[in-house]
């Protein structure tokens, strides 16, 4: 299992502090060195990273071959885009209706310190229930973010605490775990429903 | 009258009825606030609405309070070229003659912090709009689900 170290996480968070003084906030650029632009994800066979379900079962990138792939990236103390994201792919979910069925839904946190296995199963409870919440030791969920070619970085809050920014997209693999496209969480439903039909088509077509 | 009670006076015109007194924030109305629920009180709350500025003067919204949360902000999240979302303050927000904002999901959000109570479904809380002019606006947001996606659930 690959483990590189991933510094620019803790590196963001101690460096913004002072600056987040200074400036009296978050800030959204920085030392938390972006993925190039365009850098695909690993397939999934290739992704070395062990996570627990919100079920507490340990789960692994390969455990979703066979069935295509939405995969995202949040916290559950995110107030406007997690929710938001989480509500816009129930939506998603929803127009599928029992093809939501043939489809693997992850969402994986950024934040193991406050999202623990409870914490992820009392707020994926709220949504589509197709929808798992990955958590896991910080180093495996830095391992994720690193796989998946995303990002994301700590930055205290001004009233204490701290927030997380992190990449937005959702990742779309296709049933042999190859990585298909992402879909932006604002996406109107009528242009990512098609997308995600038509990774679970090709399913159906390949084991024909 | 003394100066105590015309201060006392002043406030109470203020709270209840944005009258006259004020330049630009009595032609405010506040279109369709909603929030969402919190799971507790640890993780901050988001209310979203419209704010329409029916006069003719520009109005420039200051603050935002409500018992409900020891700190109130506006917040605006975007994302950046690398599809990374960030979220910060967007600071004071002047609307034009005729123009609105909406706050919305994934864009700005009167974002609650240090909550007092839980944010329950099915409940509603003041929320009061301060604006530059001295003059407030109050308006009661309706909370609905974790999963809504807008005014209407
Ligand atoms: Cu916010």
Redesign the interface.
């Known amino acids: 299992m690959r483990r590189r170290a991933v510094l620019k996480f803790g590196a963001a968070g101690v460096g913004a502090f002072g600056l987040t003084l200074a400036v ?6 920085g030392p938390g060195a ?2 190039p ?1 365009g850098e695909r994800p690993l397939p999934l066979s290739e992704m070395g990273f062990r996570l627990t379900d919100h079920e507490g079962q340990l789960v692994e990138p390969s455990d979703l071959i066979g069935q295509p792939s939405l995969v995202f990236f949040g916290f ?2 995110c ?3 997690c ?2 994201t ?3 792919i ?2 998603w979910l929803d127009a599928l209706a029992e093809d939501a069925d043939r489809l693997n839904v992850v969402f994986i946190t950024v934040d193991p310190e406050r999202d623990t296995v409870d914490a992820m199963a ?2 994926v409870g ?2 589509h229930p197709a929808i798992r919440g990955w958590t896991g030791p910080e180093d495996q969920v830095a391992q994720a973010v690193e796989d998946f070619r ?2 994301y970085e700590k930055v205290p ?1 001004e ?1 204490g605490g701290y ?1 997380m ?5 959702v990742f779309l693999f296709d049933a042999s775990g190859d990585f298909a496209s ?1 879909i ?3 996406e109107p439903r009528e242009y990512a429903v098609p997308k995600i039909r038509r990774a679970i088509e090709e399913t159906s077509e390949g084991a024909t | 009258m003394d100066r105590m009670t015309l201060a006392a006076l002043a406030a109470l015109v203020a709270f209840s009825a944005p009258g006259k007194v004020f330049a630009g924030s009595e032609d405010v109305v506040v279109e369709q606030p909603w929030a969402r629920a919190s799971i507790g009180v640890s993780r901050p709350g988001a209310a979203y609405m419209t704010v329409l500025n029916k006069g003719e003067e520009a109005v420039t919204l200051t603050g935002l309070s409500t018992p409900l949360a020891k700190m109130l902000e506006i917040h605006r999240s975007s994302t950046t070229a690398e599809g990374l979302s960030t979220m910060a303050p967007a600071g004071e927000i002047t609307i034009s003659p005729g123009e609105s904002v909406a706050l919305e999901p994934g864009g700005l959000h009167a974002m609650l912090m240090r909550l007092q109570t839980a944010m329950i479904e099915g409940e509603t809380f003041p929320l009061t709009l301060a604006f530059s002019d001295g003059g407030e606006v109050t308006v009661d947001v309706p909370i609905l689900g974790i999963a809504a996606r807008g005014p209407e659930g």
Not at chain 1, 24 to 29: C, E, N, Q
Not at chain 1, 165 to 169: I, R, W
């Open positions: 009296g906030w978050w800030r959204a650029d972006l993925a632009v559950t103390y107030p406007d885009v929710p938001t989480l509500s816009d129930s939506g009392e707020y709220y949504f995303a990002t809050a009233v927030t920014n992190h990449t937005a997209s992402t932006d969480y604002h």
